[in-house]
C-alpha cells in the first residue's frame, strides 16, 4: 500500500461535464485511487480522493457528496468504521465498499451495516464500477424523490384535512341555520295542529317544510325538495324559503294575496327560480287551509308521493300533476281544492320517504305508506311504524308534514 497523500479534486471531461455528480473515493492505495478517478471522471463524475478514513470524513463534511467509494481493508480507520461514520452524518448518501480478493466475510458484514454495494479490485471491467455507481445514484434519486412526494403526500393530507374540518364546521353551522328555518314543531292554529320532521341524508338537506298563518283565515303549508343533495341543494332550498317569505311579508303589508293563491305562487316561484339558471329544480306541494270554511286548496309542482287525507275509515290520495319548479318558463299549475271537514289528517311526505318503507307484499308503496297512516296516530307512533331511526344515515332526505285536526 502507497503512503497517503494529500486529497485531490478530479472533473469530468468537457463531453461528460452535463452530469457531474459529485464522488468521494476513499482509498489508501494510489494506484487504485488514479484508475477509480479516471474511469468515473471519464463516466461523467466529478471525482474528490482521500487517502484515509479521517480525511475522507472531513471532505465529506465539506462538501456532501453524492456517493461515497470506501476500501474497506485501510490502516486506520477502517472502511467498515468510515461506513459507519458516514451513515450516522449522511444516512442518505449511497455507499459503495471497495474489497480486495479473498475478504467475502468484510463485504457481507458492510452489506448488513448500511453499505449499498461493493466493487472488487482490481476492476477487470471498468463498466462494472461505473454501472454500481450509476445503479446506487439512481436508487438514492429514487429514495429522495419518494421521500419528497411522501413529504408533499403529508402535506397535502394535512392541508386535506384541515379543509375537511373546515367544512366539516362549515356544513354544521349550514345545518344549524337551515333548521332554524324551520317552523315549530306541534304549532297550533284553530281546529289544527301542525307537525313536521326532517331527517337529512347529509349534514345539510335538499328538502324544506314550512307553515305559517296568513291573516286570522288561512294557514299555509309546503313542502320543497330539491333535486341532488349537499350544500348546494340546501342552498336553494333557503332561496325557496325566502321567496315565499317575501310573499308572506307583502301579504302581511296588505300588498298582495298572492300567498293565498297556490297556483299563481308556484307559477312566480317557478318564474324566479328559472331566472337564476341555478341547475337545480325543485318539487313542491303548496296549500292553503281556509279555517272557516274548512277547506284545503292546493297546488303541485311535480310532488311525489301524493299527500294523503285521513278521515278515520279510509285514506284518499290526493293525485295531482304538475311540472317541477326552475325547468319550464311557462309551466302554468292547477289549483285543487278538497274539504277538511270530515277529515283528522292529512300527510305529506317527501321522496326520501318511500325508499325506507318496510316491505309488504302485494302493495304499491303509495298503498304501503296509506296503511301505515291509517294505523298510527301521532307523529311520533308514524315514525316508528315506518321504521325511521333518527341517527341512521339514509340514502335521501326524508321528510314528513303533518296535520292533525282536533
Avoid at 63 to 86: I, K, N, R, W
Avoid at 229 to 256: I, K, N, P
Wanted: proline letters at 4%; a negative charge.
Amino acid at each position: 500500500m502507497s503512503s497517503a497523500s494529500p486529497s485531490t479534486s478530479i472533473e469530468p471531461g468537457a463531453a461528460a461535464a452535463a452530469t457531474a455528480e459529485a464522488i468521494l473515493l476513499i482509498d489508501d492505495d494510489e494506484g487504485v485511487r488514479r484508475a477509480f478517478a479516471r474511469i468515473l471522471s471519464m463516466a461523467g463524475y466529478r471525482l474528490r480522493v482521500a487517502a484515509d478514513g479521517e480525511q475522507g470524513l472531513a471532505m465529506l463534511r465539506e462538501f456532501s457528496p453524492d456517493a461515497v467509494l470506501v476500501d474497506l481493508t485501510m490502516p486506520g480507520m477502517g472502511g467498515l468504521d468510515v461506513l459507519g461514520e458516514v451513515n450516522r452524518l449522511s444516512p442518505d448518501t449511497p455507499v459503495i465498499v471497495i474489497s480486495g480478493t479473498g475478504i467475502v466475510d468484510d463485504v457481507v458484514q458492510a452489506l448488513r451495516r448500511g453499505a449499498w454495494d461493493y466493487v472488487s479490485k482490481p476492476v477487470e471491467d471498468s463498466r462494472l464500477l461505473v454501472k454500481a455507481v450509476r445503479r446506487a445514484l439512481e436508487r438514492a434519486t429514487l429514495l429522495r424523490e419518494n421521500r419528497e412526494q411522501r413529504a408533499n403526500l403529508e402535506q397535502l393530507n394535512s392541508r386535506l384535512s384541515a379543509a375537511v374540518e373546515e367544512l366539516r364546521e362549515d356544513q354544521e353551522a349550514g345545518r344549524r341555520v337551515q333548521f332554524s328555518l324551520l317552523p315549530q314543531d306541534g304549532f297550533h292554529v284553530g281546529k289544527y295542529k301542525f307537525a313536521r320532521r326532517l331527517f337529512p341524508s347529509q349534514c345539510l338537506s335538499g328538502d324544506f317544510v314550512d307553515y305559517f298563518a296568513a291573516g286570522d283565515d288561512h294557514v299555509v303549508l309546503y313542502l320543497a325538495d330539491v333535486s341532488g343533495h349537499g350544500a348546494a341543494s340546501a342552498f336553494v332550498t333557503a332561496m325557496v324559503a325566502a321567496l315565499v317569505g317575501r310573499h308572506r311579508e307583502a301579504f302581511a303589508r296588505g300588498e298582495s294575496d298572492l300567498v293565498l293563491h297556490p297556483e299563481k305562487l308556484l307559477e312566480s316561484l317557478n318564474s324566479d327560480l328559472g331566472l337564476r339558471k341555478l341547475h337545480k329544480h325543485v318539487t313542491m306541494f303548496y296549500g292553503v287551509v281556509d279555517l272557516k270554511s274548512e277547506t284545503l286548496s292546493f297546488g303541485t309542482a311535480g310532488q311525489y308521493p301524493y299527500p294523503l287525507l285521513d278521515d278515520g275509515e279510509r285514506v284518499q290520495i290526493l293525485e295531482s300533476s304538475g311540472r317541477p319548479l326552475g325547468l319550464f318558463p311557462e309551466a302554468r299549475f292547477t289549483r285543487h281544492e278538497v274539504s277538511l271537514a270530515s277529515v283528522k289528517r292529512l300527510l305529506v311526505p317527501s321522496d326520501g320517504v318511500l325508499e325506507i318503507l318496510p316491505e309488504s307484499n302485494g302493495l304499491s308503496r303509495m298503498e304501503r305508506l296509506s296503511a301505515l297512516l291509517g294505523r298510527t296516530t301521532g307523529m311520533e307512533s308514524l315514525i316508528e311504524a315506518m321504521g325511521i331511526d333518527p341517527t341512521a344515515q339514509y340514502p335521501d332526505d326524508v321528510t314528513l308534514l303533518l296535520v292533525e285536526r282536533s
